[in-house]
C-alpha cells in the first residue's frame, strides 16, 4: 500500500484539474419510454439531458454525445474535442444519459433489482436515442442534422445506432468502439498481448517481461497454502484466497488493473475513471525497475501489486482490494455482488457495478467489470463459464453469447452497412483489438473510415487537446474536424438540390 502525505496527496489532486468545458447552459429532463417494444405499456421516466448552446447559431447542427456507462456530467467533463469543433461548425452541445446510469434511474432507488434490471438493454438505449432525436424540434427547439459522438461504449452505441437507425443522423464520431469482440473470435490472447505491448513499448521492455512472469506466477502460488499466503499478503486483499476460483477473481482483478492503465495511459494528470499521474505506465516501471524476471516471487508480487496501485489506489484511497466483487463463480461456490440496495458507489463514473455487470451477463460477456469497480479485462475462453455461472446466481441470467454479433455484425459488416462513420482507436488501447478493420475506407462506401493513432490512449482525441499530446492525437483530431465539415458541406448542397 502506498501511504501519502496530507500535503502530497492535495498536491496529487490538485494536479487532476485539466481543461473542463463550460458548465451547461441548460439541465433538462426527457420524458422516456421505459419499453419502446411492447404497446400494451406507456410506462415512462425521465432522462437527462445536459446541453450547450454558446456556439449554435440557426440551422447549425446538433453535436449529440451517447452516453454510457455512468454519469454523464463525467463524459461531459472529458469530452473537449465537442466543445472544439462546436464553434467551427455553430453547433448545439447536447449530452444524453444512458438509462439506469447517473441519476437517468427509472425505478429511482429500486432500479438495480433483478426484477426492473430487464429494461436494461442495448436494443432499448439505442431507441431512446432514436425517440429523442425524432423530438429535436419540439424538445431542442431546433431541427440541424445530427451528428453523433461517443467514446468506448458510447462509440459503440454510436456505431449500432448507425446500424439500427440510419436515417436519423448525418455520422458519427466512434472514438475507442470495439465494435467487433465476441465469444469465438479468440482475441482474448490477443487483447492480453495489446496491454502487454503498453508496458514493453511506453514503459520498458524489461517491465513487460517481469510483469508477464509475476502473473504466471500468480496462478503457481495460488496451487498452495503458503503460496495463496502469499497473494493475501502482497496484495492486501480484504478477504482470504481459499481455492481456485479465489485465485481466479485476484487475477481478473489484476489484469483488469492493468490492463485498463494501459488503455488510460494518457500523457497528462488525469481522474477519468480513476485518479492517476501522467504516463502511468512509464510511471509505474520506473518505480518498480530493480525488479526482472529472476526476483524472488514475494518481489514479484510486491511489484506487481505497487504497479496495480497506481491505477486503482493512486491516492490511498482503498484500504484493501477486494476481489469478491469480481464476477466469477463455479456450480458451488457463493460469492455476493453488491446488492440493489448497498451498489457501489466508489467509481467516478458513479455507481456502475451493478448494472454494467448486468450488461456484461446479458449480451456484452466478454466485457465485465473489475478491479474494485474501475478496470475492464477480456477473459480467456475458461473463465467464460465461470462468468455465466456467477451471472447466473448474481441476476438471474442466461447469456446469449451470439446475439450481438448476429444483431449488429461484425466489424466487417459494420462497415459494408453503415455510412459517415469515423473509427478511431490508440496504439496504447488494448481495446484496439475489437475495432474495425484498418482498411475500412476500402470495404464499404469510402465513407466509413478507420484512424489507428500512434501513441493514443483510449478515446484521447475526444479529449480537449493538451500540449502534451503527441503531434498524431492532434492530427487525427484535425482529420476528425475536416471530415464532419465534409459531411455538413454535403448535407447542405443535398439540402440545397432538394429544395
Known amino acids: 500500500m502506498f501511504t501519502f502525505s496530507l500535503s502530497l496527496l492535495y498536491l496529487i489532486v490538485s494536479t487532476f484539474a485539466n481543461k473542463v468545458p463550460p458548465s451547461p447552459t441548460s439541465i433538462l429532463q426527457f420524458t422516456q419510454t421505459l419499453d419502446h417494444f411492447r404497446f400494451n405499456d406507456n410506462k415512462t421516466f425521465q432522462q437527462k439531458v445536459l ?8 440551422n447549425g447542427p446538433i453535436l449529440l454525445y451517447f452516453g454510457n456507462e455512468g454519469d454523464i456530467f463525467d463524459f461531459y467533463n472529458n469530452t473537449g474535442a465537442m466543445f472544439e469543433i462546436a464553434p467551427k461548425v455553430n453547433g448545439l452541445i ?3 444519459e444512458h438509462r439506469y446510469y447517473g441519476s437517468t434511474l427509472p425505478f429511482g432507488k429500486e432500479s438495480y433489482t433483478n ?3 430487464i429494461y436494461l438493454t442495448i436494443e432499448q438505449a439505442l431507441a431512446d436515442m432514436a425517440l429523442f432525436i425524432t423530438h429535436k424540434s419540439t424538445f431542442l427547439k431546433v431541427n440541424g442534422p445530427v451528428i453523433l459522438f461517443g467514446g468506448s461504449y ?3 452505441l454510436a456505431a449500432w445506432f448507425q446500424v439500427k437507425y440510419p436515417h436519423l443522423v448525418l455520422g458519427s464520431l466512434a472514438a475507442s468502439a470495439p465494435v467487433d469482440i465476441y465469444p469465438g473470435e479468440n482475441k482474448q490472447q490477443e487483447f492480453f498481448d495489446a496491454g502487454m505491448y503498453v508496458y514493453g513499448k511506453f514503459g520498458s521492455p524489461t517491465c513487460e517481461q517481469w510483469i ?4 504466471a506466477k500468480v496462478t503457481t502460488l495460488g496451487n498452495s497454502k503458503a503460496g495463496k499466503d502469499v497473494l493475501i499478503k502482497q496484495f492486501n486483499t480484504c478477504n482470504s484466497i481459499q481455492n481456485d476460483i479465489d485465485v481466479d477473481r485476484l487475477l481478473l482483478y489484476i489484469n483488469g488493473a492493468l490492463s485498463t492503465m494501459a488503455m488510460v495511459d494518457y500523457p497528462f494528470a488525469a481522474n477519468f475513471v480513476t485518479p492517476m499521474p501522467a504516463n502511468p505506465v512509464a510511471y509505474a516501471c520506473n518505480l518498480t525497475n530493480n525488479l526482472s524476471n529472476n526476483s524472488k516471487d514475494d518481489l514479484l508480487m510486491e511489484g506487481l501489486n505497487n504497479v496495480m496501485n497506481i491505477f486503482v489506489n493512486y491516492t490511498n484511497q482503498l484500504q484493501c482490494h477486494n476481489i469478491s466483487q469480481e464476477l466469477l463463480s463455479s456450480t458451488t461456490s457463493v460469492r455476493r455482488l453488491p446488492s440493489a440496495a448497498t451498489a457501489f458507489k466508489g467509481h467516478s463514473l458513479g455507481d456502475i457495478n451493478r448494472p454494467w455487470n448486468y450488461q456484461a451477463c446479458s449480451e456484452l460477456i ?3 467489470l473489475t478491479s474494485n469497480g474501475d478496470g475492464f479485462f477480456v477473459p480467456s475462453k475458461d473463465l467464460v463459464p ?8 448474481e441476476f438471474n441470467v442466461v447469456t446469449r453469447p451470439n446475439w450481438m454479433r448476429n444483431s449488429f455484425g461484425n466489424g466487417i459488416e459494420i462497415v459494408k452497412s453503415t455510412h459517415n462513420i469515423i473509427f478511431s482507436d490508440g496504439e496504447k488501447d488494448p481495446w484496439r483489438v475489437g475495432g474495425v478493420p484498418s482498411n475500412s475506407k476500402d470495404i464499404g462506401d469510402g465513407s466509413v473510415i478507420h484512424i489507428l493513432i500512434e501513441g493514443g490512449a483510449h478515446h484521447q482525441d475526444l479529449r480537449f487537446g493538451s500540449k502534451e499530446d503527441p503531434t498524431t492525437v492532434t492530427q487525427a483530431k484535425k482529420q476528425e474536424l475536416n471530415i464532419i ?6 448535407y447542405v448542397r443535398d439540402t440545397l438540390v432538394n429544395k
Open 115 to 117: 426484477e426492473n434490471l
Open 212 to 215: 508477464r512472469t509475476a502473473l
Open 51 to 58: 446541453i450547450y448552446d454558446r456556439f449554435y447559431k440557426p
Open 94 to 96: 447536447v449530452f444524453l
Open 366 to 368: 466478454l466485457e465485465p
Open 386 to 393: 465461470k462468468i455465466e455461472a456467477a451471472c447466473k446466481k
Open 154 to 156: 458510447g462509440g459503440m
Open 485 to 490: 465539415m465534409g459531411w455538413l458541406e454535403e
